[in-house]
């Protein structure tokens, strides 16, 4: 089984501050790669709105390259200077927190005939 888990990161970004919020996700999966902490499989991003509308939403998955890997970006100035102000830029929603980062392992499903 891949032990490598893959992030699906929710970010609830307050209104407004979506370019702000865009310039600092463009650096934040190159600054993981530079540091050796993600794959080289590329991000995927999504953009959209809480399904109440009350806010945009921007997703971010990308795999860590170990277990560890989310711990050691945790103490790393260079992503903490990513990681500060996104949190600024983001907002609690609907009893929801501004930001989630659920770990999730990939399915083999068969496909329905």
């Not at 509308?53 to 945790?74: H, M, N, Q, V, Y």
């Not at 500060?84 to 990939?106: I, Q």
């Amino acid at each position: 089984m891949d032990r490598t888990p893959i992030v699906v990161c929710t970010y609830r970004v307050k209104a407004g501050n979506e370019d702000a919020f865009t310039a600092l996700l463009e650096r934040h999966w190159p600054t993981l790669r530079e540091l050796d902490l993600v794959t080289a499989e590329p991000p995927q991003h999504f953009r959209g709105f809480e399904q109440d509308g009350s806010g945009p939403l921007f997703f971010e998955i990308f795999t860590w390259k170990s277990p560890d890997a989310a711990r050691s970006a945790s103490q790393h100035p260079d992503v903490l200077a990513i990681w500060e102000p996104m949190d600024r830029l983001c907002e609690p929603r609907a009893g929801r927190p501004n930001m989630e980062f659920p770990h999730v392992r990939r399915l083999a499903l068969r496909a329905a005939a």
